[in-house]
């Protein structure tokens, strides 16, 4: 695992969302391995009230985190999803799984319970099932697919195939489209 890194606040920033009302969308390119913490107060999870901003930390405790203190709490569900979330302790982050372009929504799995009793019913509105052609992301490293279902396939590029991109993208005549 890459060495984990926060993403500036100044890397975001929150809109209106294709999936569900608000969301927090990249305001520059966020690189593989970035994660943003889910704030809040962390309250036993037999006294959760009607705080729609919960995050399960495990059995017994939950992270209370309503917006817009907590700028995690925007981060819409996907069933085809560029971040995931990971926790250490009793913290959670949610973290890119791939490089995020300008522009792009985050998004993670909210898990199959959350999404069977609250999403389905209604339809889900995610990139995913608005679109469902695998999508492909180029990065530096190599070629990822991800499949409407958020199954993942990477091809990482030889050191010459790397080369030979470097040298195309660095071409001015080829930008310019000369
Ligand atoms: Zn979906």
Known sequence: MADRKMIPR??????????HGQGLFAVQPIPFAHEI????????????????????????????GPVPDNLAGYINHSCRPNCMPSGRGKKVF?????????????????????FNSLIRPTGCQCNGCRDPRPEVNVAEEG?????????????KWSHDQREQLKSWFSDPNLLSGG
């Open 143 to 155: 070629l990822y697919v991800t499949m409407p279902s958020g199954v993942m396939i990477g091809v």
């Open 94 to 114: 949610i973290m890119t799984v791939r490089d995020i372009r300008v522009g792009e929504e985050l998004t993670y799995h909210y898990g199959d319970g959350y």
């Open 10 to 19: 100044e890397w975001v920033r929150v809109t209106p969302s294709p999936i």
């Open 37 to 64: 913490e889910y704030t809040g107060c962390l309250i036993p999870a037999s006294q959760v009230n009607g705080s729609r901003y919960l995050f399960n930390v495990n059995k017994s405790l939950v992270i209370d």
